[in-house]
């Protein structure tokens, strides 16, 4: 089968692999009927991966069918449409018996697929704890409409979970990339006061107002002033830090009032400066961390009442054959791209 697989620093390659076979019991064969490309992708292919071991298929957002199962799998059988979680995770642990199961302590545990192990930007991919891994399709619910359950959208909803949004706040998102806008999407569903979302592309700014009308857009140079002028208590009550860039970590806790609490979703390329003196007295609680993917069976219930909707954000399609040309789209940021569908 053709698979995208990681060669060296720098550089992908569409290459002939066999099939995978199941290797362990609670295994899974997944026929993928619809993949995606993540900016972590694109992070494995700069080398800022360490862990990203050449040679593996790369791809961690997808959906698709099951085709076989290890002996020890009882929540999906063949025939089944599932969801593919970007974590791995045993369901045993300590840490995931409390729901943290970005922690979990399983050697397979953690980000593996298409970073320590193969992928899904192929035919076929092997899925370990399929049991935890793998989340069955509403028989409403579309491909596209659940392409991002079990990576960005399960990031968007553990950040807007883990946030505290009460009704009468005033939320904050930073950056309305593919991961600002699932948690646009999940915020939206907390129903704060108000919705701010700051972001200096003009292209993505017309997005949110196009799809999202009501929250409020603003461009970082702006964001400082135009918070305090449009909240209650002088700053907003809960930031949503997803940018990632050189300055926006600074930008997240000036925009907070004093007591907020400031979520960081971003991933960023170098150390950030706590300046605990600046900040001395605005008594912020800060929450870091990778996602907890562990809500993708309520995320798909959300999709099939109709209240989560990511579907605008698919903006281009390619075939399995034509990688290259949708990896190079999205690492430019060509033609108003948000998100790449790629077919097998
Ligand atoms: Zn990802
Ligand atoms: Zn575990």
Redesign the pocket.
Known sequence: MLAYTYMEKGRFQLTEKPEPVLQDAHDAIVRVTLASI????LHIKHGSVPRAVPGITVG??MVGVVEQTGTAVTRVRPGDRVTVN?ETFCGECFFCRHGYVNNCTDPDGG?AL?CRIDGGQARYVRVPHADQGLDRIPDGVTDEQALFTG??LA?GFWAARISDIKPEDTVLIIGAGP?GLCTLACVRLKRPKRIIVCEKSDERTDFVRRHYPGALTVRPEECKDFVRTHSDHGGADVVLEVAGADDTFRLAWECARPNATVTIVALYDHPQLLPLPDMYGKNLTFKTGGVDGCDCAEILRLIEKGEIDTTPLITHRFPLERIDEAYRLFEERRDGVIKVAVEP
């Open positions: 993540c900016t972590s992708d961690h957002e970007v980000w298409g990576d960005i990031t991961t």
